[in-house]
T-cell receptor, first 113, second 116 residues
């Protein structure tokens, strides 16, 4: 079984500041980890994924995440926030194979001008 | 990538009625899933839609309430039966194309359901 914990239901940063969204996971098998973004009234878009290759994963729109097995974490970062980054971000885990995804509760990212 | 079309995009329904949501994909896919996103909440997996056989439901979801069909590799339906206001949610179709572990899942735009 897998689970995901996202710390902070809301995160507010200033435009140009560092974005850090936290995700911790629990998995009984080697996990496959994903970050998705959801803009208002839209579906989910994949930002990046970890599938046991490089531990530092680069995604779209300047985001990246680092898989740390010792900390069971997969935090999402972006060096400089842009107003267009304001959205809901979901961390998700899969055990692989035919599994669906288990999502965290989501973090609403607010960008202050 | 896969392009997913979900219909309807939104609906307002009377309690006690049923609504069928359609999910059409522009290419054959390996796996199809249905998720529910309750207001202000995260996504919860309802079931895996299996082609030509009964869907596999997650704990807390039953076939009588959420019957699912998948007649081929590009189409699936989810029915929300005997609706109550608690069923008001966004329902999303998701697909995985390919057999590689960790393959990206694509999502439809969702169906926003309000039960009155």
């Amino acid at each position: 079984a897998q689970s995901v914990t996202q710390l902070g239901s809301h995160v507010s940063v200033s435009e140009g500041a560092l974005v850090l969204l936290r995700c911790n996971y629990s998995s009984s098998v080697p996990p496959y980890l994903f970050w998705y973004v959801q803009y208002p009234n839209q579906g989910l878009q994949l930002l990046l994924k970890y599938t046991s290759a490089a531990t530092l994963v680069k995604g779209i729109n300047g985001f990246e995440a680092e898989f740390k097995k010792s900390e069971t974490s997969f935090h999402l970062t972006k060096p400089s926030a842009h107003m267009s980054d304001a959205a809901e971000y979901f961390c998700a885990v899969s055990g692989g194979g035919a599994d669906g995804l288990t999502f965290g509760k989501g973090t609403h990212l607010i960008i202050q001008p | 990538s896969a392009v997913i079309s979900q219909k309807p995009s939104r609906d307002i329904c009377q309690r006690g009625t049923s609504l069928t949501i359609q999910c059409q994909v522009d290419s054959q896919v390996t796996m199809m899933f249905w998720y529910r996103q309750q207001p202000g909440q995260s996504l919860t997996l309802i079931a895996t839609a299996n082609q030509g056989s009964e869907a596999t439901y997650e704990s807390g979801f039953v076939i009588d309430k959420f019957p699912i069909s998948r007649p081929n590799l590009t189409f699936s339906t989810l029915t929300v039966s005997n609706m109550s206001p608690e069923d008001s949610s966004i329902y999303l179709c998701s697909v995985v194309s390919g057999f590689s572990i960790g393959t990206e899942a694509f999502f439809g735009q969702g169906t926003r359901l309000t039960v009155v």
